[in-house]
C-alpha cells in the first residue's frame, strides 16, 4: 500500500483571520468583488460565499506548509478573475500594503469558457488542417465540447481547485518564505532560487488528500505496467534532482503578461508529454523522505540548504545522515527503489 502522508487541515495553529486586513484595502476592492481574510493572507472572489469557499481551500494549504516547512506562510492575496486577466491597479495596491505573493485565479465560470474555447481552438485548428466547410467545423466542435463537458461540471471543477488553488499558492509561499527578496527571471518556469523539483515537491506537498491519492496512483499505474521506458524514467532520480523542469520553456511567465490560461486536447497534451512523470515523482519523492526520515518537516533542511548556496548533493550530504536518508544520489537512487518495492508491491489477497 502507498504511504498516505499525514495532511493538515483547517487554521493553522495559533493564527486566526483578521478582518481588520480586508477593512484596509475595502477601497480598492471592485465593488463586484468580496474580500475574506484568511490566517496568513486575504481572499478577494466574486461574492462572499466564493470568497469564503476559496478562504478554506486557501487556509487548508497554509496549515500543511506550516507543517512541511516549520514557517508560517508569506503574506498572500489570492484575487478571483472572470476573464483571465489581472487586475493591474489592485495588484499594484496589495504589493504595498505587503502582500508579497498575489495569485490570481479563474472563477467557475472563466474556467468552464477556458476549457470551452480551449476545445474550440484545437477542433478547428484540426479543421482547417483537413480542409473542412464552416458547416463540418461548427458540428465537430459541437461534438467535441458535449464529449468533454464533464470538464467543467461544477462538481469536477470544486474538486480541482481544491487540489490546485493550494498547490499554486505553495510556489509563491515556497519562494517568499526562502527567498523573501528573490525576483521572477524570465526562462525560469518558477522565478525561484531552489532546484526545479524542489520548487514542484513544494507545491505538491500543499495539494489536498485527494489529489495526492490520485497522484500516487498514476505513479503505482505506470510503475507496475509495460512500458519500460516511463518506468525507468520514474525511478530515475538523478536527472529529477538535477534537471530543469520538464515543460520549460513551455510554461514561460515571462510570455504570459499577467494572465491565467487554461489548456486542453492538442495544447495540453504537448506540455503533460513535455512534464513526464516529474509531478508524480515529486509526490512520491516525498512519500519517500518523509516515511524514512519520521520528520514531517523534513524538506524544511533542503529549503534552508538550497538558500545558503547547496544544490541538491550537498543537501544530502549535509542532512541525508540526519534524515535517516543515503549522503549521496547514487545510494539515494537504490534506497528509494528498494521503498518502492516494498510500498508498490502488488497486493496479495
Not at 50 to 79: D, H, M, N, W
Request: charged fraction near 20%; charge should be neutral; proline fraction near 7%.
Amino acid at each position: 500500500m502507498i504511504l498516505a502522508a499525514l495532511l493538515l487541515a483547517g487554521t493553522p495553529a495559533g493564527q486566526t483571520s483578521d478582518p481588520a486586513r480586508c477593512e484596509a484595502i475595502r477601497e480598492a476592492i471592485p465593488p463586484t468583488q468580496r474580500c475574506m481574510p484568511t490566517p496568513g493572507g486575504i481572499v478577494i472572489a466574486g461574492s462572499a460565499e466564493r470568497a469564503a469557499q476559496l478562504s478554506r481551500i486557501a487556509t487548508s494549504g497554509e496549515g500543511r506548509f506550516e507543517q512541511r516547512f516549520g514557517r508560517k506562510v508569506p503574506a498572500y492575496a489570492v484575487v478571483e478573475t472572470g476573464d483571465g486577466t489581472q487586475n493591474a491597479a489592485l495588484d499594484a495596491i496589495l504589493e504595498r500594503r505587503g502582500y508579497v505573493s498575489r495569485l490570481p485565479w479563474l472563477s467557475p465560470e472563466a474556467m468552464a469558457n477556458a476549457y470551452r474555447a480551449s476545445i474550440t481552438r484545437a477542433v478547428t485548428a484540426q479543421a482547417a488542417s483537413r480542409n473542412l466547410t464552416a458547416a463540418q467545423t461548427s458540428a465537430l466542435i459541437e461534438s467535441a465540447l458535449a464529449q468533454q463537458s464533464a470538464k467543467w461540471d461544477p462538481a469536477t471543477l470544486a474538486e480541482l481547485e481544491t487540489g490546485t488553488l493550494p498547490h499554486e499558492l505553495g510556489h509563491g509561499w515556497f519562494i517568499k518564505a526562502f527567498w523573501p527578496t528573490s525576483a521572477p527571471k524570465a526562462g525560469d518556469h518558477y522565478g525561484g532560487p531552489a532546484p526545479d523539483w524542489m520548487d514542484e515537491t513544494a507545491a505538491v506537498l500543499m495539494e489536498s488528500d485527494a489529489l495526492a491519492e490520485k497522484r500516487r496512483r498514476q505513479f503505482a499505474t505506470i510503475y507496475s505496467g509495460s512500458d519500460a521506458a516511463a518506468r525507468a524514467s520514474l525511478l530515475d532520480l538523478g536527472t529529477f534532482l538535477s534537471g530543469g523542469h520538464p515543460a520549460l520553456p513551455k510554461l514561460d511567465p515571462s510570455t504570459s503578461g499577467g494572465s491565467v490560461n487554461v489548456l486542453t486536447g492538442d495544447e495540453a497534451a504537448r506540455i503533460a508529454k513535455a512534464a513526464g512523470s516529474f509531478y508524480l515523482q515529486a509526490r512520491l519523492f516525498a512519500d519517500y523522505v518523509l516515511d524514512r526520515s519520521g520528520d514531517p518537516a523534513a524538506f524544511r533542511s533542503a529549503a534552508d540548504a538550497f538558500a545558503a548556496g547547496k544544490d541538491s548533493a550537498g543537501w544530502l550530504a549535509a542532512s541525508g545522515p540526519r534524515l535517516r536518508l543515503p549522503s549521496d544520489i547514487p545510494a539515494l537512487q537504490k534506497d528509494w527503489e528498494q521503498w518502492l518495492a516494498l510500498h508498490l508491491a502488488p497486493r496479495k489477497d
